[in-house]
């Protein structure tokens, strides 16, 4: 796995979620999964190597939510609230979203949300978000 060889050791894996596609509905179900990264990387040289990973296996950015071969986030490092040209941590979008929450909280539920001091399971509990996410065996 490339970002294992260029990153860090990967110390936990999520299962693989089917999910409905997010902000543009219109399009075929995304496969997500989280992963626990330890890393000697900053969080903006992550970034940057996450970015090339993706070009390399064929992500082509041509319109927001539209249908890709790849999408890798950084969803936490750390507790760290940051902010750069390159990267937003903890991922902004982490609350709102159920195929991101559904993983992390097999990994990490009791996880504390560094902005909004909440845990991981709580934010799931209170996401909006209803669109379909199913664990793949």
Same mark, same amino acid.
């Given at each position: 796995?490339?970002?294992?060889?260029?990153?860090?050791?990967?110390?936990?894996?999520?299962?693989?979620?089917?999910?409905?596609?997010?902000?543009?509905?219109?399009?075929?179900?995304?496969?997500?999964? &989280?992963?626990?990264?330890? =890393?000697? %990387? !900053? +969080?903006?040289?992550?970034?940057?190597?996450?970015?090339?990973?993706?070009?390399? *296996?064929?992500?082509?950015?041509?319109?927001?939510?539209?249908?890709?071969?790849?999408?890798?986030?950084?969803?936490?490092?750390?507790?760290?609230?940051?902010?750069?040209?390159?990267?937003?941590?903890?991922?902004?979008?982490?609350?709102?979203?159920?195929? &991101?929450?559904?993983?992390? =909280?097999? %990994? !990490? +539920?009791?996880?504390?949300?560094?902005?909004?001091?909440?845990?991981?399971?709580? *934010?799931?509990?209170?996401?909006?978000?209803?669109?379909?996410?199913?664990?793949?065996?």
């Amino acid at each position: 796995m490339l970002v294992h060889e260029r990153c860090g050791s990967i110390s936990k894996e999520s299962s693989v979620y089917e999910t409905a596609a997010w902000g543009q509905t219109s399009q075929a179900a995304f496969l997500n999964k &989280v992963i626990v990264l330890q =890393t000697a %990387l !900053s +969080p903006d040289d992550l970034m940057k190597t996450l970015l090339q990973i993706e070009q390399e *296996l064929g992500r082509v950015r041509t319109e927001k939510y539209g249908p890709r071969t790849i999408d890798l986030d950084i969803l936490f490092y750390d507790d760290l609230i940051y902010h750069s040209a390159v990267v937003t941590l903890p991922h902004p979008s982490i609350q709102d979203r159920r195929f &991101v929450l559904i993983p992390l =909280t097999e %990994l !990490s +539920p009791r996880k504390i949300h560094p902005v909004y001091k909440k845990t991981i399971n709580t *934010l799931l509990k209170e996401c909006a978000d209803q669109l379909a996410v199913k664990k793949l065996a």
